[in-house]
């Protein structure tokens, strides 16, 4: 069981969105509707990459930092709303509360993140 304070992350969480969505809307021209409705569309489509990269390429060739961190952020808002944040979603060891403080967004321990970027 997890003994995560997940109302705190959740708090850095949706603040870190707001402002990521309100930097995205200005580089794409001030439309914070459709900046979120991507950023989710986004999210979504992490949890079955192999059947979407195609698509994900096309619709996000411009995808930039921006984008990809709200699909991050999403994620862990997901993953506290299913019960399950602060797990790694590769191997579901707990990350350590120190690397979601820093990062809470981060999907994964640090062993998996760095195979994953190796990957
Ligand atoms: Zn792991």
């Known amino acids: 069981m997890s003994t ?11 603040e870190q969105r707001a402002s990521l969505l309100s930097q995205l809307a200005a580089l ?7 900046a979120e409705a991507s950023a ?4 979504r489509r992490e949890d079955s990459p192999a ?5 994900r390429d096309l ?16 994620a862990a808002l ?8 602060g797990e790694c ?3 579901g060891t707990h990350i350590p509360e120190a ?7 981060a999907a994964r321990c640090i062993a998996c993140q760095e195979k994953a970027e190796k990957a």
Do not use: M, S
């Not at 995808?63 to 699909?71: F, K, L, N, Q, V």
């Open 40 to 43: 989710e569309h986004f999210a």
């Open 89 to 91: 979603i590769d191997c």
């Open 4 to 14: 995560l304070n997940t109302a705190e992350f959740k708090a850095r969480l949706l």
């Open 59 to 74: 619709e996000f060739a411009l995808d930039d930092h921006e984008t990809t961190e709200i699909a991050a952020v999403q």
């Open 28 to 34: 794409r021209g001030g439309n914070i509707g459709r």
């Open 51 to 55: 059947q979407t990269t195609t698509e």
């Open 99 to 105: 690397r979601l403080k820093a990062a809470p967004e």
């Open 78 to 85: 997901q993953r506290i709303e299913n019960g399950v944040y």
